[in-house]
Structure formats: C-alpha cells, structure tokens
C-alpha cells in the first residue's frame, strides 16, 4: 500500500507539496480522487494497524520517549 502511494506521490510531488490554505488544502480530496482505493484500504485496517501501534509503543517505550525516574 505504501508503495502503491508513493508512486502516485512522486508522479505529483510538486503539486503535493505546495503551500496551499486550508480551503485549498481540503480540496485536493477531490482533485486526488486516485487516492481513493488506498485510502478505503487503509480505513478497512485502521484499526488494527493503531492497536497493534500502541501495543509496540507501550513495549518499547524506551525507544519513544525519555523515562524520568
């Protein structure tokens, strides 16, 4: 999935990382329709990537953040 976003990225890198307001900004939703499929892929595993996340974070807390004892 990553990979199948970076490609669509770097055919549009220019435009992507334009200064842009937020009106602009909300509107390349509709102007990047080919974002669409990844996007409902992503969300179908949202879930599972963020609990599986947390649980990484939570046994590796070491490497994320300075623990003051």
């Known amino acids: 999935m990553i990979y199948k976003a970076k490609k669509i990225y770097d055919a549009n890198r220019s435009d992507l990382e334009k200064e842009r307001t937020d009106d602009e900004f ?3 939703y ?3 329709e ?3 499929d990844l996007e ?3 969300l179908d595993m949202e879930e599972l990537v963020t ?3 947390a649980s ?3 046994e ?5 953040a300075k623990i003051i004892k």
């Not at 590796?60 to 994320?64: K, M, V």
């Open 40 to 42: 409902e892929e992503y």
């Open 30 to 32: 509709e102007q990047y």
């Open 26 to 28: 909300m509107a390349m």
């Open 56 to 58: 990484y974070v939570d």
């Open 60 to 64: 590796h807390l070491e490497l994320f």
């Open 34 to 36: 080919v974002f669409d």
């Open 51 to 53: 609990a599986s996340l």
